[in-house]
């Protein structure tokens, strides 16, 4: 995990990966509505948008520092690999988001070969951040079968942690994201023991 620290803060990135119009603009927007402080920002690199939220977490860590997270996503169709590898660089986190639609698993599938193929080319394997699995929009497919998509995309449920967030309900947004905020919290915690 690479964080940015000093003295008073510590500041880590998460990256919240996935396919095009998988639900990663409603999770970053029920993410800035949990901090009342907190906006999705837009910003645009020749046609790729990148939408982020940062905010400072309200407690501090037990040796009295700040934990300053940004959470980062790319929009709409990725058009050059180089701009995940850029939004992978230097994360200590990320939430993979699917969306349910068992017409788009292939498009999920493809996506999941291709985050794991990013993280490599960025000198780290997945298994080495935070991660956690959000598979969206569970309640518009009544026939959605968690278990049977996590066999498919070949994930370790008992190593890496899912949820199923609703299109109906802002608040399952943020359990991913605050899965990868524990395993952070965490290894911050083994860091310090050392």
Known sequence: M????????????????????????????????RFGYATVREDQVASQRIHRVSWTEPTHLPDGRL?????????????????????LRDAAGIVFVVDVDPLKFPLAWDRLLRLAENTRRNGY????????????RGDLHVDFDAVRYDASLGLPVDR????????????????????????IHARLLSDLGR
Do not use: C, W
Not at 125 to 136: C, K, P, R, W
């Open 160 to 183: 890496v942690p899912r949820f199923v967030s609703s299109s109906s309900e802002p608040s399952t947004l943020v359990q991913a994201l605050d899965s990868v905020l524990a395993q």
């Open 125 to 136: 394997e997945l298994s080495s951040v935070g991660l956690a699995v959000q598979y969206h």
């Open 2 to 33: 690479i964080v940015g620290q000093d003295r008073t803060q510590v500041s880590v990135k998460v990256a919240l990966a996935g396919m095009a119009d998988a639900g990663k603009l409603a999770t970053l927007q029920a993410i800035a509505a």
């Open 67 to 87: 934990l300053n997270v940004s959470v980062f996503s790319l929009m709409g169709e990725i058009d050059y690999n180089a701009a995940e590898e850029l939004l």
